[in-house]
């Protein structure tokens, strides 16, 4: 019985965990996770959207993430504006075309 308990505030623990990882409020979390079950809290967790900064953002046609810090950049720049680093000139991708 105690090994229950001890595996479900650990669960609860880890839901926590993750809901702050996700830009959510971790004490809250696992409190939630302790109320109803740590299963359905972190189901819950997963459903709900991800409000963490790091979530990934869909890169604009403008701009490209520096290779070096990735940092977002202008697309036309040639110096990037965080770490200084000399960028490449993007290359357009080979046409294709179906005849010489
Ligand atoms: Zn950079």
Do not use: N
Not at 9 to 37: E, N, Q
Request: charged share 15%; proline share 9%; with cysteine.
């Amino acid at each position: 019985m105690l090994l229950i308990i001890f595996l479900w505030i650990a669960l609860a623990l880890v839901v926590g965990v993750l809901a702050s990882g996700r830009g959510r409020h971790g004490f809250g979390w696992t409190m939630l996770a302790c109320l109803i079950s740590p299963l359905l809290a972190g189901i819950f967790l997963l459903v709900i959207a991800d409000r963490s900064p790091h979530a990934k953002r869909p890169v604009p046609a403008t701009h490209v993430d520096c290779p070096e810090c990735g940092g977002r950049i202008l697309r036309e720049a040639r110096v990037c504006r965080y770490c200084g680093a000399t960028l490449a000139i993007p290359q357009e991708p080979p046409t294709l075309h179906g005849d010489p």
